[in-house]
Every structure is written in structure tokens, then in C-alpha cells.
């Protein structure tokens, strides 16, 4: 192949691989429970949570492979028809990737291999079209179309295979409870605001897994009192001091049962006392700044773990937010106990 086609060749192909190569990776991560490549709590985790994270049920990066493999064909095949095609479909990727860098920059989050991808697909539209008004078409032979068949595989085949080796994106926060749990046991950390309703939806669908799996699982609260419920710090208060005092988890049971217009200081108490905690140590442990220091950590982590809302669970190395219902946590913690 002459130097002049080499470099129309790569024009084309180049932009195509990478496009592929980001577009497979992001299907690999949609497909999974818990992501390979993006962090979770980032970009990607923000886009794969919008409306235009699946056409009719369908991963859209599925639709991005199959797209990104149809021009890389084309690349090695020749014929006005050929050019033709890609040119037109290289407008429609380039048009549908403009859209979507549109979508991420008025969620202020970027995808990163998002962004790869649509970057890829306006420069493959611009090759294409150069490629149709000049005429150009590889040289005859099997040449071309052979190289073009090799790289657009090894482009899929290497994503797909590093993500069977690399391990899953957890915050620091996260691993550091992973580190905590014994051997055999799987890791629940709960990022609650007691007055939140969907957290205390979400509290009883896991509530009766927790127990069905109780000599399995470690749970870990996180406090995160959001400003808007009143009474959210003084429940997180109790959690706190009830969880240093061993009857983290009836506290917690018992405040989520509890109508959050009573969760002032005396209803918690009240909870504490119901709950067997001893409330001389209680009463001093509420006053502690410690408690707060403690809250006030938990809420950091929650930020820098990624958390968009409440409820978040990490059900071992696996992040769910939002109200779920007991078939999602039940697989999760499933997954979690796997050996």
C-alpha cells in the first residue's frame, strides 16, 4: 500500500478503532452489576443512569459497536455504493455523538470513554467524507480488508478480555470496610438518613435479608442527615451512639419504625432506652463532639464516594441507589456471598 493510501486508510480506520474500542468497554461495564472501567459515582455512572442509557431496553453502546464495526468494514471495501454508505452513516453516528456530548456538558459529567467514542465519530464523519468526494477506495486485493477484519476484532476482543482480569473501581471508603470484614462474610455499607422515606423504604425490603443472612453479613451505617429533614441529625446521633454502645442495629430498626416527627432528642432517646441502651452512656455519648466529627466524616464519604442521593447501598463491591426492591438487593447480596 502506497504511503498517500496508508494515511487515507488510517484516516478512516483509526477513528473507527477507537470509537469501537471505548464503545465495547461501555458495554462491557453496562452489562455487568458492577463496573470494570468507569468509577462508579462518576461520569460514566452519571450518564448510565439517564433516559439515554438504553433504546428499547438495549444498551445504547450496543448500538455504538455495531455501528463502529459497520464503518470499519466499509473502510477495507470498495465501490461508490460503499462510500456512500459510510459516509451517510458516519453523519448519522456523527450527528447522534454531537448529541450526546451536548447531553453530558448540561449534566456538567463527562464519560470519558463517552467522550472518546462521539470524538472518534465526528473525525471518522469528516474522513468519510473526504474519502466519498475524492473517490478513494484501498487498493484492489485482500490486503486491506484482512488488516481492517484484525483490528476491529482485536479492538472488541481486548476490552472484553481485560475485563475478566482488571478489577472492579471501588472509592477508598468502600474498600476500607471490604478490609474489615472477616473472611466469609459479605459487606453492607448503608449510607442512611433516617427521616429519608425512601430510605426507609428501602430499609424494609433489606431489613428481613439482613436477618435471613445475619451470621453472613456486616453492615455498616454511614450518616448522612440530609438539611431539608429536621430531625435527621438528632436520629443520626442515636445511630451513632447506639452502634458505639452494641445496639447499632436495633437502634436503627426502631428508628426507621419511628414517625419522623418524632425523632426529636427525647423520642430518640426514648428509642435508646426501648432498645436496651444504657442512657447514662448514651446521654454523654450524644453530647460527645466526637458524634459529630462522626457524622460529619460519614457525610464526606458519602461526597467522595460518589453519592448522588439517598438511599446509596455498597452490597460488597457492588453500588445501588435509590428505593429497590428486595429481588435487586436479595441478587446483589447473592452476588456479594458468592464464594
Sequence with gaps: MRANDAARWASLLVPALFALAASTVLLVDYT????????????????????FAHVLGVPTPAFGVAAFVMLGVLTGLRGAQVRFAQACMATFAAVVSVALLGVQFRMRQLCPYCVVSDVAAVLLLGAAVVR?????????????????????????VV????????????????????????????????????????????????????KRHADRVR?????VPLPMHLNAINAARASVCADKLGKGDAVADALFATPPSDLDPRGCEDVA??????????????????????????SEEFKVAGGHGLPTLWIGQERIEGASDAPVLSGALDRALAP
Design 219 to 223: 453492615v455498616a451505617r454511614k450518616q
Design 159 to 210: 476490552p472484553a478480555a481485560l475485563s475478566l482480569v482488571v478489577k472492579p473501581s471501588v472509592p477508598p471508603a468502600i474498600r476500607a470496610e471490604l478490609a474489615k470484614t472477616p473472611p466469609g462474610k459479605a459487606t453492607v455499607v448503608d449510607f442512611v438518613d433516617f427521616e429519608c422515606p425512601w430510605c426507609r423504604r428501602n430499609h424494609k425490603e433489606l431489613a428481613p435479608l439482613l
Design 273 to 298: 432506652k426501648a432498645s436496651g441502651v444504657d442512657l447514662e452512656a448514651y446521654r454523654a455519648c450524644v453530647k460527645d463532639p466526637s458524634t459529630d466529627a462522626r457524622i460529619l466524616a460519614d
Design 32 to 51: 455487568r452489576p458492577v463496573p470494570i472501567f468507569c468509577a462508579q459515582g462518576g461520569g460514566c455512572d452519571a450518564v448510565k443512569r439517564t433516559v
Design 132 to 156: 466519498y468526494r475524492t473517490a478513494w477506495d484501498p487498493p484492489p486485493g485482500r490486503g486491506a480488508s484482512m488488516a481492517t477484519a484484525g483490528l476491529l476484532t482485536a479492538s472488541m
